[in-house]
Protein backbone atom coordinates (compact mmCIF):
# COMPACT_ATOMS: atom_id res chain seq x y z
CA UNK A 1 0.00 0.00 0.00
CA UNK A 2 1.19 3.53 -1.16
CA UNK A 3 1.33 5.99 1.81
CA UNK A 4 3.85 8.53 -0.03
CA UNK A 5 0.22 10.89 -0.04
CA UNK A 6 0.55 11.32 3.76
CA UNK A 7 4.26 12.32 3.61
CA UNK A 8 5.83 11.12 6.90
CA UNK A 9 8.65 12.36 8.13
CA UNK A 10 10.25 10.50 11.26
CA UNK A 11 9.65 14.17 13.64
CA UNK A 12 5.90 13.67 13.11
CA UNK A 13 6.10 9.68 13.41
CA UNK A 14 8.34 10.32 16.87
CA UNK A 15 5.61 12.65 17.90
CA UNK A 16 2.24 10.52 17.26
CA UNK A 17 4.35 7.52 18.38
CA UNK A 18 4.74 9.83 21.64
CA UNK A 19 1.21 10.08 21.97
CA UNK A 20 0.78 6.62 21.41
CA UNK A 21 3.14 5.57 24.10
CA UNK A 22 1.49 7.93 26.43
CA UNK A 23 -2.05 6.46 25.82
CA UNK A 24 -0.47 2.87 26.48
CA UNK A 25 0.82 4.32 29.26
CA UNK A 26 -2.54 5.49 31.04
CA UNK A 27 -4.25 1.95 29.75
CA UNK A 28 -1.37 0.13 32.20
CA UNK A 29 -2.16 2.80 34.60
CA UNK A 30 -5.57 2.34 34.82
CA UNK A 31 -4.71 -1.37 34.80
CA UNK A 32 -3.47 -1.12 37.74
CA UNK A 33 -5.30 1.50 39.46
CA UNK A 34 -8.89 1.27 38.14
CA UNK A 35 -11.27 3.94 38.60
CA UNK A 36 -9.49 6.83 36.80
CA UNK A 37 -8.31 8.28 40.53
CA UNK A 38 -11.08 10.74 39.91
CA UNK A 39 -11.14 14.08 42.71
CA UNK A 40 -12.18 17.70 42.57
CA UNK A 41 -8.86 19.42 41.93
CA UNK A 42 -7.95 23.72 42.40
CA UNK A 43 -9.66 24.70 38.94
CA UNK A 44 -12.76 23.43 40.75
CA UNK A 45 -13.29 20.70 38.09
CA UNK A 46 -13.83 17.22 38.85
CA UNK A 47 -11.01 15.55 36.45
CA UNK A 48 -10.10 11.96 36.01
CA UNK A 49 -6.38 11.10 35.37
CA UNK A 50 -7.24 10.99 31.10
CA UNK A 51 -9.19 14.64 32.09
CA UNK A 52 -5.75 15.78 33.41
CA UNK A 53 -3.67 14.30 30.30
CA UNK A 54 -6.17 15.73 27.72
CA UNK A 55 -5.77 19.03 29.76
CA UNK A 56 -1.58 18.60 29.43
CA UNK A 57 -1.86 17.92 26.28
CA UNK A 58 -3.87 20.96 25.22
CA UNK A 59 -2.20 22.91 27.15
CA UNK A 60 1.07 22.06 25.81
CA UNK A 61 0.30 22.73 22.40
CA UNK A 62 -0.87 25.73 23.22
CA UNK A 63 2.28 26.85 25.24
CA UNK A 64 4.23 25.64 22.15
CA UNK A 65 2.17 27.61 19.85
CA UNK A 66 2.34 31.23 22.18
CA UNK A 67 6.20 30.26 22.45
CA UNK A 68 6.17 30.63 19.19
CA UNK A 69 4.11 33.34 18.17
CA UNK A 70 6.06 35.68 21.04
CA UNK A 71 9.47 34.09 21.81
CA UNK A 72 10.16 32.25 18.28
CA UNK A 73 12.49 29.33 18.25
CA UNK A 74 14.15 27.01 19.11
CA UNK A 75 11.00 25.07 20.86
CA UNK A 76 13.02 23.35 23.90
CA UNK A 77 12.10 26.37 26.59
CA UNK A 78 8.31 25.94 25.19
CA UNK A 79 8.55 21.64 25.78
CA UNK A 80 10.13 22.03 29.61
CA UNK A 81 7.55 24.38 30.21
CA UNK A 82 5.11 22.09 29.00
CA UNK A 83 6.27 19.34 30.77
CA UNK A 84 6.06 21.21 33.81
CA UNK A 85 2.37 22.43 32.98
CA UNK A 86 1.82 18.62 33.00
CA UNK A 87 3.32 17.65 36.02
CA UNK A 88 1.37 20.46 37.77
CA UNK A 89 -2.19 19.55 36.12
CA UNK A 90 -1.45 15.87 37.19
CA UNK A 91 -0.52 17.15 40.93
CA UNK A 92 -3.17 19.75 41.71
CA UNK A 93 -5.76 19.62 38.84
CA UNK B 1 -16.18 -8.94 46.05
CA UNK B 2 -14.24 -9.92 43.00
CA UNK B 3 -15.61 -7.92 40.46
CA UNK B 4 -15.42 -9.98 37.26
CA UNK B 5 -14.36 -8.24 34.16
CA UNK B 6 -15.95 -9.19 30.26
CA UNK B 7 -13.74 -7.17 27.88
CA UNK B 8 -15.33 -8.66 25.00
CA UNK B 9 -17.81 -6.05 25.00
CA UNK B 10 -14.65 -4.22 23.48
CA UNK B 11 -14.59 -6.13 20.18
CA UNK B 12 -18.04 -4.24 19.50
CA UNK B 13 -16.18 -0.91 19.63
CA UNK B 14 -13.78 -2.03 16.62
CA UNK B 15 -16.12 -0.67 14.00
CA UNK B 16 -15.91 2.36 15.21
CA UNK B 17 -12.74 2.83 15.76
CA UNK B 18 -11.83 1.82 12.37
CA UNK B 19 -14.68 4.42 11.50
CA UNK B 20 -12.87 7.21 13.29
CA UNK B 21 -9.34 6.21 11.84
CA UNK B 22 -9.99 6.22 8.30
CA UNK B 23 -12.22 9.72 9.09
CA UNK B 24 -10.59 11.52 11.65
CA UNK B 25 -7.22 10.14 12.90
CA UNK B 26 -5.42 9.26 9.42
CA UNK B 27 -6.62 12.79 7.81
CA UNK B 28 -5.70 14.62 11.00
CA UNK B 29 -2.19 13.03 10.85
CA UNK B 30 -1.45 13.58 7.30
CA UNK B 31 -2.58 17.30 8.41
CA UNK B 32 0.42 17.88 11.01
CA UNK B 33 2.56 15.83 8.67
CA UNK B 34 1.93 18.57 5.78
CA UNK B 35 2.15 21.34 8.53
CA UNK B 36 6.03 20.89 8.81
CA UNK B 37 6.96 20.50 4.95
CA UNK B 38 6.32 22.04 1.65
CA UNK B 39 5.41 20.62 -1.90
CA UNK B 40 5.30 21.66 -5.39
CA UNK B 41 3.29 17.71 -5.89
CA UNK B 42 4.11 14.56 -7.13
CA UNK B 43 4.21 13.53 -3.51
CA UNK B 44 7.91 15.71 -3.31
CA UNK B 45 7.96 16.77 0.30
CA UNK B 46 10.79 18.86 1.86
CA UNK B 47 11.18 19.27 5.42
CA UNK B 48 10.61 23.23 6.47
CA UNK B 49 10.10 22.30 10.42
CA UNK B 50 7.99 24.94 12.42
CA UNK B 51 8.74 27.61 9.02
CA UNK B 52 5.01 27.37 8.39
CA UNK B 53 3.46 27.86 12.09
CA UNK B 54 5.95 30.71 12.85
CA UNK B 55 4.49 32.73 9.46
CA UNK B 56 0.56 31.76 10.35
CA UNK B 57 0.88 32.87 13.67
CA UNK B 58 2.52 36.31 12.12
CA UNK B 59 0.53 36.74 9.58
CA UNK B 60 -1.80 39.66 9.58
CA UNK B 61 -4.12 38.04 7.29
CA UNK B 62 -4.61 35.24 9.65
CA UNK B 63 -4.87 37.50 12.53
CA UNK B 64 -7.62 39.52 10.29
CA UNK B 65 -9.82 36.49 9.51
CA UNK B 66 -9.24 34.84 13.28
CA UNK B 67 -10.74 38.58 14.72
CA UNK B 68 -13.79 38.24 11.61
CA UNK B 69 -14.55 34.96 12.93
CA UNK B 70 -14.89 35.79 16.37
CA UNK B 71 -16.73 39.46 15.62
CA UNK B 72 -19.05 37.02 13.47
CA UNK B 73 -19.87 33.99 16.34
CA UNK B 74 -19.83 36.51 19.02
CA UNK B 75 -22.33 38.64 16.98
CA UNK B 76 -24.64 35.68 16.17
CA UNK B 77 -24.74 34.44 20.00
CA UNK B 78 -26.16 37.74 21.12
CA UNK B 79 -28.66 37.71 18.36
CA UNK B 80 -29.53 33.96 18.20
CA UNK B 81 -29.40 32.98 21.73
CA UNK B 82 -32.04 35.81 23.19
CA UNK B 83 -34.09 35.95 20.56
CA UNK B 84 -34.46 31.59 20.37
CA UNK B 85 -35.40 31.93 24.01
CA UNK B 86 -37.60 34.61 23.35
CA UNK B 87 -39.43 32.99 20.26
CA UNK B 88 -39.87 30.04 22.41
CA UNK B 89 -41.30 32.26 25.79
CA UNK B 90 -43.74 33.48 23.21
CA UNK B 91 -44.81 29.89 21.77
CA UNK B 92 -47.92 27.90 22.93
CA UNK B 93 -47.42 25.37 25.57
CA UNK B 94 -50.17 23.46 24.37
CA UNK B 95 -53.47 23.06 21.74
CA UNK B 96 -53.26 22.54 18.19
CA UNK B 97 -50.66 25.45 17.24
CA UNK B 98 -48.26 23.36 18.98
CA UNK B 99 -47.54 21.57 16.45
CA UNK B 100 -47.26 24.48 13.55
CA UNK B 101 -45.45 26.44 15.71
CA UNK B 102 -42.59 23.36 15.58
CA UNK B 103 -42.92 23.01 12.13
CA UNK B 104 -42.64 26.42 10.93
CA UNK B 105 -39.37 26.32 13.34
CA UNK B 106 -38.17 23.63 12.18
CA UNK B 107 -38.17 24.50 8.31
CA UNK B 108 -35.10 26.54 8.08
CA UNK B 109 -33.22 23.81 9.61
CA UNK B 110 -34.03 21.42 6.76
CA UNK B 111 -32.58 23.45 4.32
CA UNK B 112 -28.67 22.22 2.62
CA UNK B 113 -26.42 25.36 3.74
CA UNK B 114 -25.98 25.96 -0.40
CA UNK B 115 -28.79 26.36 -0.85
CA UNK B 116 -29.67 28.88 1.83
CA UNK B 117 -26.51 30.91 0.60
CA UNK B 118 -28.06 30.91 -2.65
CA UNK B 119 -31.43 31.37 -1.72
CA UNK B 120 -30.50 34.84 0.45
CA UNK B 121 -27.93 36.09 -2.49
CA UNK B 122 -31.11 36.05 -4.86
CA UNK B 123 -33.01 38.26 -1.99
CA UNK B 124 -30.22 40.56 -1.16
CA UNK B 125 -29.60 41.50 -4.96
CA UNK B 126 -29.81 44.95 -4.79
CA UNK B 127 -31.97 45.03 -8.13
CA UNK B 128 -34.24 42.71 -8.65
CA UNK B 129 -33.84 41.08 -4.80
CA UNK B 130 -37.24 41.18 -2.45
CA UNK B 131 -34.74 42.60 0.62
CA UNK B 132 -32.25 44.66 -1.67
CA UNK B 133 -35.14 46.16 -3.49
CA UNK B 134 -37.28 46.78 -0.76
CA UNK B 135 -34.28 48.59 1.16
CA UNK B 136 -33.25 50.94 -1.59
CA UNK B 137 -36.94 51.94 -1.90
CA UNK B 138 -36.78 52.83 1.21
CA UNK B 139 -33.66 55.30 0.54
CA UNK B 140 -31.33 52.94 2.06
CA UNK B 141 -28.41 52.69 -0.47
CA UNK B 142 -27.54 48.43 0.39
CA UNK B 143 -25.81 46.66 -1.81
CA UNK B 144 -24.13 43.53 -0.08
CA UNK B 145 -21.78 42.67 -3.16
CA UNK B 146 -19.69 46.26 -2.99
CA UNK B 147 -20.10 47.40 0.69
CA UNK B 148 -18.99 45.31 3.44
CA UNK B 149 -21.37 46.91 6.12
CA UNK B 150 -23.79 45.71 4.31
CA UNK B 151 -22.35 42.38 3.04
CA UNK B 152 -22.01 41.63 7.08
CA UNK B 153 -25.36 42.80 7.86
CA UNK B 154 -26.95 40.25 5.31
CA UNK B 155 -24.71 37.23 6.48
CA UNK B 156 -26.24 37.88 9.77
CA UNK B 157 -29.00 38.00 9.14
CA UNK B 158 -28.85 34.90 7.13
CA UNK B 159 -27.78 33.10 9.87
CA UNK B 160 -30.57 34.18 12.09
CA UNK B 161 -32.81 33.24 9.75
CA UNK B 162 -31.42 29.89 9.49
CA UNK B 163 -30.52 29.04 12.83
CA UNK B 164 -32.17 30.66 15.25
CA UNK B 165 -34.84 27.72 15.32
CA UNK B 166 -32.43 25.46 16.58
CA UNK B 167 -32.04 27.76 19.92
CA UNK B 168 -35.95 28.07 19.92
CA UNK B 169 -36.67 24.16 19.67
CA UNK B 170 -33.94 22.95 22.29
CA UNK B 171 -35.47 26.41 24.65
CA UNK B 172 -38.92 24.84 23.45
CA UNK B 173 -37.90 21.63 24.78
CA UNK B 174 -35.99 22.94 28.01
CA UNK B 175 -39.33 24.86 29.27
CA UNK B 176 -41.44 21.81 28.05
CA UNK B 177 -39.49 19.74 31.25
CA UNK B 178 -40.58 22.04 33.84
CA UNK B 179 -43.14 21.07 36.15
CA UNK B 180 -46.16 22.62 36.60
CA UNK B 181 -45.92 22.41 40.23
CA UNK B 182 -43.08 25.23 40.07
CA UNK B 183 -45.71 27.65 38.33
CA UNK B 184 -48.34 27.31 40.61
CA UNK B 185 -45.71 27.74 43.69
CA UNK B 186 -44.62 30.84 41.59
CA UNK B 187 -48.50 32.23 41.18
CA UNK B 188 -49.15 31.77 44.85
CA UNK B 189 -46.04 33.19 45.65
CA UNK B 190 -47.16 36.23 43.60
CA UNK B 191 -44.28 36.01 41.54
CA UNK B 192 -43.52 38.68 38.28
CA UNK B 193 -43.53 37.37 34.61
CA UNK B 194 -39.51 38.18 35.40
CA UNK B 195 -38.98 36.59 38.84
CA UNK B 196 -40.46 33.37 37.23
CA UNK B 197 -38.07 33.49 34.11
CA UNK B 198 -35.49 34.87 35.96
CA UNK B 199 -35.30 32.03 39.28
CA UNK B 200 -37.69 29.38 37.09
CA UNK B 201 -37.32 29.00 33.18
CA UNK B 202 -33.79 30.33 33.18
CA UNK B 203 -32.13 28.05 35.71
CA UNK B 204 -34.31 24.79 34.52
CA UNK B 205 -33.00 26.39 30.85
CA UNK B 206 -29.57 26.46 31.45
CA UNK B 207 -28.32 22.71 30.25
CA UNK B 208 -30.26 23.06 26.71
CA UNK B 209 -28.65 27.05 26.58
CA UNK B 210 -25.50 25.39 27.27
CA UNK B 211 -26.19 23.32 24.79
CA UNK B 212 -27.25 25.55 22.29
CA UNK B 213 -24.48 27.61 22.66
CA UNK B 214 -21.99 25.18 21.96
CA UNK B 215 -23.67 23.82 19.14
CA UNK B 216 -24.14 27.74 17.33
CA UNK B 217 -20.23 28.25 18.22
CA UNK B 218 -19.21 25.32 16.59
CA UNK B 219 -21.21 25.47 13.41
CA UNK B 220 -20.62 29.37 13.43
CA UNK B 221 -17.04 29.14 13.70
CA UNK B 222 -16.71 26.61 11.17
CA UNK B 223 -19.10 28.26 8.67
CA UNK B 224 -18.10 27.92 5.16
CA UNK B 225 -21.22 27.06 2.54
CA UNK B 226 -23.05 29.86 3.23
CA UNK B 227 -20.67 33.07 3.01
CA UNK B 228 -19.15 31.65 0.46
CA UNK B 229 -21.73 31.23 -1.76
CA UNK B 230 -23.22 34.74 -0.56
CA UNK B 231 -20.38 37.00 -0.40
CA UNK B 232 -17.12 34.65 -2.00
CA UNK B 233 -16.01 36.03 1.34
CA UNK B 234 -15.80 40.13 -0.27
CA UNK B 235 -16.17 42.67 -1.32
CA UNK B 236 -12.24 42.21 -0.60
CA UNK B 237 -11.63 40.19 1.98
CA UNK B 238 -14.69 41.76 4.33
CA UNK B 239 -16.25 38.41 4.65
CA UNK B 240 -13.45 35.47 4.97
CA UNK B 241 -14.13 33.92 7.59
CA UNK B 242 -11.31 31.42 8.61
CA UNK B 243 -12.85 28.72 6.75
CA UNK B 244 -12.93 30.40 3.84
CA UNK B 245 -8.97 31.83 4.42
CA UNK B 246 -8.08 28.17 4.88
CA UNK B 247 -9.52 27.00 1.54
CA UNK B 248 -8.16 30.27 0.00
CA UNK B 249 -4.90 28.81 1.22
CA UNK B 250 -4.56 25.34 0.49
CA UNK B 251 -6.78 24.98 -2.93
CA UNK B 252 -6.85 28.87 -4.12
CA UNK B 253 -3.28 29.05 -3.46
CA UNK B 254 -2.28 25.48 -3.10
CA UNK B 255 -0.07 26.58 -0.02
CA UNK B 256 -0.69 23.54 1.59
CA UNK B 257 2.12 23.84 4.33
CA UNK B 258 0.61 27.02 5.45
CA UNK B 259 -3.06 25.26 5.18
CA UNK B 260 -2.26 22.36 7.41
CA UNK B 261 -0.60 24.54 9.98
CA UNK B 262 -3.74 26.98 9.80
CA UNK B 263 -5.89 24.11 10.04
CA UNK B 264 -3.99 22.66 13.16
CA UNK B 265 -4.28 26.17 15.10
CA UNK B 266 -7.84 26.04 14.12
CA UNK B 267 -8.87 22.55 15.16
CA UNK B 268 -7.20 23.54 18.66
CA UNK B 269 -8.84 26.93 19.27
CA UNK B 270 -12.41 24.83 17.69
CA UNK B 271 -11.00 21.80 20.31
CA UNK B 272 -10.31 24.34 23.45
CA UNK B 273 -14.17 25.94 23.24
CA UNK B 274 -15.62 22.46 22.88
CA UNK B 275 -13.40 21.50 26.15
CA UNK B 276 -14.52 24.60 27.93
CA UNK B 277 -18.15 24.25 26.99
CA UNK B 278 -18.03 20.42 27.67
CA UNK B 279 -16.84 21.14 31.05
CA UNK B 280 -19.07 23.60 32.00
CA UNK B 281 -22.29 21.59 30.76
CA UNK B 282 -21.18 18.79 32.71
CA UNK B 283 -20.27 20.83 36.29
CA UNK B 284 -24.22 22.41 35.15
CA UNK B 285 -25.38 18.72 35.33
CA UNK B 286 -23.28 17.84 38.31
CA UNK B 287 -24.87 20.64 40.33
Redesign the interface.
Known amino acids: MDI ?6 W ?2 AA ?2 AFIAVLLAGMTLWELVSPGGAPRHGVL ?3 TTRGDRL ?2 SL ?1 GS ?2 IH ?1 GW ?2 LI ?2 P ?1 WGASIVSVLFALAVFRWV | MTRTWNNRAWFMVFPVLALVAFNAIIPLMTVVNYSVQETFGNNLFFFEGVKWYEEVLASSRFHAALWRQFLFTGTILLIEIPLGVAIALAMPRSGPWVSVCLVLMALPLLIPWNVVGAMWNIMALPDIGLLGHTLRQLGIDYNFTRQPGDAWFTIVLMDVWHWTSLVVLLAYAGLRSIPDAYYQAARIDGASHWSVFRYIQLPKMRRVLTIAVLLRFMDSFMIYTEPFVLTGGGPGNATTFLSIDLVKAALGEFNLGIAAAMSIIYFLMTLLVCWIFYTLMMRGQDQ
Do not use: C, E
Not at chain 1, 4 to 9: D, E, G, H, L, N
Open positions: AWMAWTQTFFGLDFILAFLLADTL
